[in-house]
């Protein structure tokens, strides 16, 4: 209960260095970043410009960081923040930004407004002024281990059932193993196939593997409201339990923002380098197929399309590797108009997902991916994200549009060869 | 029957013919000064018609702080011209350098015509007058200012010629020790025609008489006071050496390919495209060549302060003082200042980051 | 003061101010940029941070995808137009050239007075565009302050006036030409105190895009 305006202004504080002082020393105000931006273009509102959505962060480099803002600070001639702005902005920041990075790449002074945005919510979240979902989401993460609420015995029990009904194995605690498997609660609760997919296509490729019962949750809702010292407890918790079993490689699963957290935040957040590798499962199976370890059978003829999930993508750097597998297995695989790293966010990520109040621009986001279907008729289309899968699923069903959406890690296991 | 043709009486018509130059010669001058003035044909009777029946009107010429450039000028010239003939249409009553009395005598003259032609004669001034001291400068024991308030009493009009009379001059220049202004700062209630350029072309003295004796009346001035017919376009607009500027050609040095090509002289510091004067056209010696013909940039002597502006060989788009000296002072300044508000920045951070109280999820709301 | 004072005032004393507050002005705003520094990056890089800064500084130069550049067409095209003008009239003119040899020491052929004009002329065009751009797109309205308007106006009066006292128009030639000297002065005065920086800075915002996307593995 000690959430204050003095922590915001301390966070934001924190978080102003040249990188953030350059941007906002170039910013020209050409809205470019706008047209770029799937919250403004599907709903027209000049005030989710990007941009704008960092203003407590732009007031705080001014008049703390730069001379002129300084001196113009102590002629009270300075845009102060204070409360009233923290709370204004919170619907900016958290509804309307789904952290996707396509303003980032835009902007023609080269602003990195996404990071920027990452780092405002540092001030809102300290001030008190993070949404009721993603604070719910935050407390379950840190005091049960799972956004969900999901517990151990949860898990436990989806492995019991995959252990009955493949006769595979899923290993728990292996000491030694050369990869630790992270989870998402969605895929937990709610596509427990790709715990299946996964005991499939590495007892093929002979990789040892394992999950920690002590640290399995992938997802991080520290990244997502923007608080660095929950984000870290929470990395720390996957760091020690890697640690613990010695393993080689860490593996982020299809979730989106858990990559980000795991692969690229991570060592920042808790301040020094892992001395393991973090792999997104894409990454790992991508190496499978170049050393010849995943052998596949049979086509999928059906007219499919990939969504880069843009934590993965664009904000990842896993392009290419999905690409190399779809094609192992596809026969009519076509790209939609815009994809890779410029690819358009489905309106679900950072956050948005788990704000209630937020549901309706989430679905008028989706508009954007919905006309980039439209323009090419498919009949199935792969990604790598449950969050973006849900938000498929949900939309999918509003616009009514019939076309399955489905996990690329499932695809591959599918179409595994069987050497009986 | 003779008329007593002394020269008080004759008429500039009665005068001319007396020295043997013939009526075709005349109108010759007629048209040339009507063209020079831009003038319609139509108006070349009517030139010479007045000037035939001029009445020599009497000038007094005071010359103050200056360096007779302006009457050599006016009076050098190869052979007889008809310019230096028009001299003889005036009764120049008093002439430091050309009249043939000195002394008191000189005086003496001044104050007769003075008198005498009280509110009709021509005051020609040449020369600046100081301030600073009135004693600096004097004739006869009469200071520059008293002479020349004194003497404007009477005067129709007053021409300044010279950019000294005209402007203040280089008497005026920095460090200015006497004070020098020009006749304009003095006397306010008299017709003024600023007759610039140090020194003026003669050709434009005698077109400003000339529309004078003609019309007896000023001739449309610019808002230096100059007549707008030969001071109302720039050296830059006029000069032949033009096509070369808008093409970018420019003599380097003064002995350089361009500078033997002829080439535009701006960067060699050309003030033409702020000068206003008749150079470029009427040019000088009888229209033999100007200075930059001559392959030397204009110096801008017809216009006001030409002597502080920035430097002869400056070209105009240059700053006139030593920019880049202040320019690396300023940087090193700055580079210090820089260093130490960065320190005081990093010292915010510093303490912003260790004041950090771990945020937990009791801290997410107030 | 009379024209010819007031000329060689904005040569003399006018420039000496407009550069010092200009050249300080700026290196410490690059100064206490830089200087607040970046923490190093701890996770495993995918790319080189350099090569990747490196790469974006250069490539956000050039015009964006065919789908962005559709998105945000006049953008664009505008900011092209005028940049490119400014570029040509500033630095490609012979007497603006002369005044540069004789700051830093050096100079560069000119492009013909007549091409330059052109140029200007063109540029004009788009900056009045862009006001109007600026006063009627609604993201615009939102975004924009008194600064993007002030800066606006300084960045056309030395076009404008430098067009009038080329072309003798607007009174007094030699008045025209010192008014252009003064717009210059103003726009240098203000320069480091504005969105003008980003002259300087986006080198920096673009390198440190690049390579941020470039530790990752994806050219930005």
Redesign the interface.
Known sequence: ????LE?GI??L??Q????V???F????????C???CVF??ET?K??L?P??KTEPLRRIWFS?????GRLMKTLGLAKRVDDQLLSDWETLVYDSCSMCGRC?????????IT?MIRRTREGI??A?H?PEGL?GA??RS??IGSPMGVRLPALQAQIKHIEKDTGMSVPLDVEGAEYMLLLSSMEIMNFPEFIEAIAKIFDKAGATWTISSEAFEATNAGIQ?G?S??AATLVQRVVDAAEKLKVKTVISPECGHAYMAI??????LI????NF??RHILEVLDDFREQGRLTLTGKESQRLTYHDPCQI?????V?DEPRNLINMFAENFVEM??NG??NWCCGAGGGVASIERAEDLKLAAFKHKKSQLDAIHVEAIVSACSTCRMQFEESLEEYHMDIPIISLTETIAEHIAEDK | MTKDLSRQDRTLGEALRGQGISRRSFLKFCAATASMMALPPAMIPTIAQALEKAKKPSVIWLSFQECTGCTESLTRAQAATIENLIFDAISLDYHHTLQAASGHAAEAAREAAMKEHDGQYLLVVDGSIPLGNPGYSTIAGISNVDMLTDTAKGAAAIISVGSCAAFGGIANAKPDPTGAVAVSAIIKDKPIINVPGCPPIPGVLTGVLTHFLTFGAIPELDHLGRPVAFFGQSIHDRCYRRPFYDRGLFAETFDDEGARQGWCLFKLGCKGPSTYNACATMKWNGGVSFPIEAGHPCIGCSEPHFWDGGGFYKALSMPTGNVSENAVYAAAGAAVGAVA?SAL?RA??KK??E???????????? | MNEIEFLSWVRGPGFQIATVIFVAGII??LG????????A????A??SEMSSGLR??AA?MLP??R??FK??TF??VA?YIFHIGLFVTIFLYAPHILLIKDVIGFGWPALPSQIVDAFTVVSLIALLAILLHRLT????????GPE?YIVWFVTIAPLLTGYLAFHRLGGSPVMMLAIHILSVELLMVLF??T?L??TF??F???????A??G??????
């Open positions: 209960m000690s959430a204050s922590k301390q966070a504080k924190e102003v260095d040249s990188s002082a350059s941007f020393s170039s910013c020209v105000h050409c809205g470019m706008a047209d770029a403004y273009t027209g000049p005030e410009t941009i704008t703390e960081y730069t001379l002129i980032s790449m835009v902007c023609p002074v080269g602003n990195d990071e979240a300290a008190g993070a604070i935050t407390q840190v005091t409201i608080v010292d929950i692969r690229w935040e991570g060592p920042n301040g020094k380098p892992y590798k973090v993508a664009r904000r990842g750097g392009i108009p815009e790293k410029m | 508000v920045n915010k951070k912003a980051t004041a950090h109280e771990e945020v937990t999820v009791d801290d997410l709301t107030k | 410490i705003r206490e940029t830089l200087l607040l520094g970046r923490k990056n701890l996770a495993e995918k790319g974006t500084v956000r964006p995808d789908e962005t998105r945000s953008t664009i900011g797109d609604k993201v615009l309205r939102h975004l924009s993007d480091p105190f969105k920086m980003h800075t986006l920096l915002a673009r390198w440190y895009n690049g941020i996307s530790y990752r593995g994806v050219e930005s």
